[in-house]
T-cell receptor, first 113, second 113 residues
Framework: AQSVTQLDSQVPVFEEAPVELRCNYSSSVSVYLFWYVQYPNQGLQLLLKYLSGSTLVKGINGFEAEFNKSQTSFHLRKPSVHISDTAEYFCAVSDRGAQKLVFGQGTRLTINP | EAGVAQSPRYKIIEKRQSVAFWCNPISGHATLYWYQQILGQGPKLLIQFQNNGVVDDSQLPKDRFSAERLKGVDSTLKIQPAKLEDSAVYLC???????????FGPGTRLLVL
């Protein structure tokens, strides 16, 4: 069975500063990895995904993530954040057969002016 | 392309009452999922359908929760009778038959008093 650990429940940063949201997973099989964003009172929106190939994945809104198989990590980064990035971010994993997503607990990103 | 539709968006009921949620997936998507998201946690899969058949309902509390997808398109999730701990956001998602990526609806926020 897979599991996901998001290492920070809350991350406050100043506007235009860089940010990294950390995600570690455990799985005995090959996986797909995802980052979703959830704005207040909304559903989940896909930011980016790693399926195969290049370990550096670029997504929407200037976000990127790097898959590190040896460290079983998939950290999300953005070089310069904006107030509009304030949201909850979820890391998720699925095995390549079942399509079942297992989510982390979420990281609340707060951007201060 | 229209996204995943859910209704109602909000529902308040008293414990021991029944409630039903509706989901219409993205057109052509064979796989449909229902997730429960309790405040402060990541979404947890309740049930997964492939067309109108159940693929995984291992985490569905079957004594009170039921779900159906009769014509392989839209789906309903029912809770009867509701408990206080059922207060959560219920998210519906869909993916294509070979799709790795799930697309989420806006969710239904349930409050049980």
């Amino acid at each position: 069975a897979q599991s996901v650990t998001q290492l920070d429940s809350q991350v406050p940063v100043f506007e235009e500063a860089p940010v990294e949201l950390r995600c570690n997973y455990s799985s005995s099989v090959s996986v797909y990895l995802f980052w979703y964003v959830q704005y207040p009172n909304q559903g989940l929106q896909l930011l980016l995904k790693y399926l195969s190939g290049s370990t550096l994945v670029k997504g929407i809104n200037g976000f990127e993530a790097e898959f590190n198989k040896s460290q079983t990590s998939f950290h999300l980064r953005k070089p310069s954040v904006h107030i509009s990035d304030t949201a909850e971010y979820f890391c998720a994993v699925s095995d390549r057969g079942a399509q079942k997503l297992v989510f982390g607990q979420g990281t609340r990103l707060t951007i201060n002016p | 392309e229209a996204g995943v539709a859910q209704s109602p968006r909000y529902k308040i009921i008293e414990k021991r009452q029944s409630v039903a949620f509706w989901c219409n997936p993205i057109s052509g998507h064979a796989t449909l999922y229902w997730y429960q998201q309790i405040l402060g946690q990541g979404p947890k899969l309740l049930i997964q359908f492939q067309n109108n058949g159940v693929v995984d309902d291992s985490q569905l509390p079957k004594d009170r929760f039921s779900a159906e997808r009769l014509k392989g398109v839209d789906s309903t999730l029912k809770i009867q009778p509701a408990k206080l701990e059922d207060s959560a956001v219920y998210l519906c998602a869909s993916s294509s038959s070979r799709g790795e990526t799930q697309y989420f609806g806006p969710g239904t926020r349930l409050l049980v008093l």
